[in-house]
Structure formats: structure tokens, C-alpha cells
């Protein structure tokens, strides 16, 4: 069965302070990793789409990686307005629907 | 702002009460989802229609739930006799540019009392 894990579940950062979330995925075929951004209260926002290993896709103070087996998303220099949780999905062959992990909680502290 | 409306934001209903929620893309996409995210979950896949048609249903959508795309524009989504169970944020979703990216709209958030 397809799966995606995210880790860790939550992160506390000072700002300033860069880290990196981990999504790391079992699924046949895949035909795309997806990183959103959610507010509480609010629906997914979409950040970047990965279709291969070695790519990478940068966004402000964002940068997502692809391996064969996992990815990355990259916080540099985190400001409090990144606190949000971090979805990460997939998509495999043959279907349009994305398989979600829960997320990463992510607070940064001024 | 997304481009996708979903209406009602909120609603408290008592158990085995019906439901509807409805989704409205301003401009037109081929292909709509349905997802529902309880708390601390990520989204589930529900449903998805390209055009009017339904191509994929999720076994999560129980003969108690029914989706319509009528004329391939906005969608609703019915629950028939709520089970507190039900309680969730249902999310409706547009593929914009045809590549699997989704754009989710606001949400509409239930609890069954």
C-alpha cells in the first residue's frame, strides 16, 4: 500500500534557526511529490511539485529535494510567518488523486 | 485566493441529519476533488471528477456519502444520516493547470453533534 511518512511530526525553531523536513514515501510509480503549506483553519496551499530524483525546486526561504526514496523541504533563516504545517504528497501512476502524509507542525519563535 | 469558493465555511448539525456542501471553481477546470482532513490528519482522498463525469471514488465514501458535478462546472458534495464520526474539514480541489497540482479552496467545516 502506498505511504507517506512525514518527520518529525512537529518543529520548534528559533528564528533564524534552519532545518529541514523530511517526507519519505513508498508508492509505485511515482508521477509526483507535492509540498503544501496549511494555515489552521485553511485549505492546503501549493508550494512545488517534484517529478524526479535529483531535482530541486526553490521558493524564498524554501528549497524542496527529491530522492529516490525521499524528500526534503529546506527552511532557511525561518521567519515566524513560516509557522504552518507542512503537508507533503504523492502521486502515482494511473491515478490523479495525492496520498498525504499528516504533516510537520512548524513554529518558529522570534 | 485560490479561485475555488466553498460554501458553507462552517456547519454544526445533529446526528443523522443530512448535509450538503458546495464548491464553486470561478473558472472552469476539468478536474475537481473532494478530500476530507480530520484533526491532525492529512487530507483523504474522497472523490474525483473530470468534466462531469466521476472516475475515482475512495472506499471512505460510504454508500452514506454522494457527490455531483451536474454540468461539470461547480460540485456538491451530500452526507445522508451524519454520524459524529462525519466531523471534519471537507476540502474541494482544482487541478488548474492539467498536471496533478491542486488548489485547494477554503473548506467547509463540519461537526456532528
Known amino acids: 500500500e502506498d505511504q507517506v511518512t512525514q518527520s518529525p511530526e512537529a518543529l520548534r525553531l528559533q528564528e533564524g534557526e534552519s532545518s529541514s523536513l523530511n517526507c519519505s514515501y513508498t508508492?509505485?510509480?511515482?508521477?509526483?511529490l507535492f509540498w503544501y503549506r496549511q494555515d489552521p483553519g485553511k485549505g492546503p496551499e501549493f508550494l512545488f511539485t517534484l517529478y524526479s530524483a535529483g531535482e530541486e525546486k526553490e521558493k524564498e526561504r524554501l528549497k524542496a529535494t527529491l530522492t529516490k526514496k525521499e524528500s526534503f523541504l529546506h527552511i532557511t533563516a525561518p521567519k515566524p510567518e513560516d509557522s504552518a504545517t507542512y503537508l507533503c504528497?504523492?502521486?502515482?501512476?494511473?491515478?490523479?488523486?495525492?496520498?498525504f502524509g499528516k504533516g510537520t507542525k512548524l513554529s518558529v519563535i522570534p | 485566493d485560490t479561485g475555488v469558493s466553498q460554501d458553507p465555511r462552517h456547519k454544526i448539525t445533529k446526528r443523522g441529519q443530512n448535509v450538503t456542501f458546495r464548491c464553486d471553481p470561478i473558472?472552469?477546470?476539468?478536474?475537481l476533488y473532494w478530500y476530507r482532513q480530520t484533526l491532525g490528519q492529512g487530507p483523504e482522498f474522497l472523490t474525483y471528477f473530470q468534466n462531469e463525469a466521476q472516475l475515482e471514488k475512495s472506499r471512505l465514501l460510504s454508500d452514506r456519502f454522494s457527490a455531483e458535478r451536474p454540468k461539470g462546472s461547480f460540485s456538491t458534495l451530500e452526507i445522508q444520516r451524519t454520524e459524529q464520526g462525519d466531523s471534519a474539514m471537507y476540502l474541494c480541489a482544482v487541478d488548474r493547470v492539467g498536471t496533478g497540482e491542486l488548489f485547494f479552496g477554503e473548506g467547509s467545516r463540519l461537526t456532528v453533534l
Open positions: 508508492v509505485s510509480g511515482l508521477r509526483g
Open positions: 504528497a504523492v502521486r502515482m501512476a494511473g491515478s490523479y488523486q495525492l496520498t
Open positions: 473558472s472552469e477546470h476539468n478536474r
